[in-house]
């Protein structure tokens, strides 16, 4: 997992040739004139989601990973709660759906707060928990950028 300011996006553009498309297009446009739900960059290799709700108790937010694509998700406006994990042997409690590239787990979480102008890169082997609350339910507008495993 990565977290950092959009200032130093283009810090992680070497990772991998679908990341460095994913931050040109992050650098390149502004993100929040873009309407919620999903607009193509390069088809199915990268794509954003945008995505406008309120942020909810934990106990309504479920953890996860992905196999097929890495998420940058990056915060436009207002902050969430988002727990994290090292994908190891947790608790599985939806098995791996392959039309919609999730598995939801049990499991022991830190946290950070992503707030406005933050991002997090989260890779397969990291499991994630968004949406939560930070102090109080908020509304946020947030881009997830899904960038295909090479």
Not at 21 to 50: S, W
Not at 124 to 129: A, I, L, Q, Y
Request: proline share 3%.
């Amino acid at each position: 997992m990565i977290l950092d300011h959009v200032k130093n996006i283009e810090r992680y553009r070497t990772l991998s040739a679908n990341l460095a498309k994913a931050i040109d297009f992050i650098t390149a446009n502004d993100l929040a004139r873009f309407a919620a739900g999903k607009h193509l960059i390069d088809g199915e290799q990268v794509f954003l989601l945008m995505n406008e709700y309120e942020t909810k108790p934990e106990a309504d937010c479920k953890t996860e990973t992905h196999r097929k694509y890495i998420d940058i998700q990056l915060m436009l406006s207002g902050a969430e709660k988002v727990g994290y994990a090292f994908l190891e042997d947790q608790k599985v409690v939806e098995g791996y759906n392959v039309e919609k590239d999730y598995t939801f787990y049990e499991a022991e979480l830190d946290y950070f707060i992503l707030k406005s102008q933050w991002f997090a890169i989260f890779f397969p082997t990291d499991m994630h928990c968004p949406s939560i609350k930070a102090e109080q339910p908020g509304f946020v507008c947030k881009a997830v950028v899904k960038v295909k495993v090479a």
